[in-house]
């Protein structure tokens, strides 16, 4: 069966230090992949997608996340976190179902930022 | 530019009552999607469209139903809530199965 986990249920970084998200999937064939964050009150905001081609990809907000295949796995990275980044942090994959694409979420990352 | 947009955004209930979530957007899209968020699950799809006039379940729909009467509207019913069914609803849209999904800012809802 398709799964998403998301290992880390909560983490705290300093402003500027740098982060790594991790995600690991479960899914028969190539996968479409995406990351979402979600702060506060707000609905889910898409980060970056994988769907093929180079394994790194690039999102908004200087997020980055590489996919690899033999690792079963689409870990999310920045930088130098800023204290605007503290949010939860959605790994999504794409399955085919039913013959259409649907959403299988991972549990979330809370990420907490000191200053 | 609204996207995709949900009312009410919060609502408390009684045990046995009922209520219709409505989702709107504005990109013409052809699928929607209804969720339910709950801590530490995540995201799981109760209900989705890939049209007009069409519905199906998802992973954890009972409980719920759903019409797509027009293309741009998806609303969510209740018809007897229970306090299981307390949680935060995001409505959910993309062009067609594949493509990025765009959310809705939740409504929350408490069932007592």
């Known amino acids: 069966a398709q799964s998403v986990t998301q290992p880390d249920i909560h983490i705290t970084v300093s402003e500027g230090a740098s982060l790594e998200l991790r995600c690991n999937y479960s899914?028969?064939?190539?996968?479409?992949l995406f990351w979402y964050v979600q702060s506060p009150g707000q609905g889910l905001q898409l980060l970056l997608k994988y769907f093929s081609g180079d394994t790194l990809v690039q999102g908004i907000k200087g997020f980055e996340a590489e996919f690899k295949r033999s690792q079963s796995s689409f870990n999310l990275r920045k930088p130098s976190v800023h204290w605007s980044d503290a949010a939860e942090y959605f790994c999504a994959v794409g399955a085919s179902s039913g013959g259409y694409n649907k959403l299988i979420f991972g549990a979330g990352t809370r990420l907490a930022v000191h200053p | 530019n609204a996207g995709v947009t949900q009312t009410p955004k919060f609502r408390v209930l009684k045990t046995g009552q009922s209520m219709t979530l409505l989702c709107a957007q504005d990109?013409?899209?052809?699928?929607m999607y209804w969720y339910r968020q709950d801590p530490g699950m995540g995201l799981r799809l109760i209900h989705y469209s890939v049209g007009e006039g069409t519905t199906a379940k998802g992973e954890v729909p009972d409980g719920y139903n759903v019409s797509r009467l027009k293309k741009q509207n998806f609303l969510l019913g209740l018809e007897s809530a229970a306090p299981s069914q307390t949680s935060v609803y995001f409505c959910a849209s993309n062009e067609r199965g594949g493509q990025p999904q765009h959310f809705g800012d939740g409504t929350r809802l408490s069932i007592l």
């Open positions: 990109m013409n899209h052809e699928y």
């Open positions: 899914y028969g064939a190539t996968p479409y």
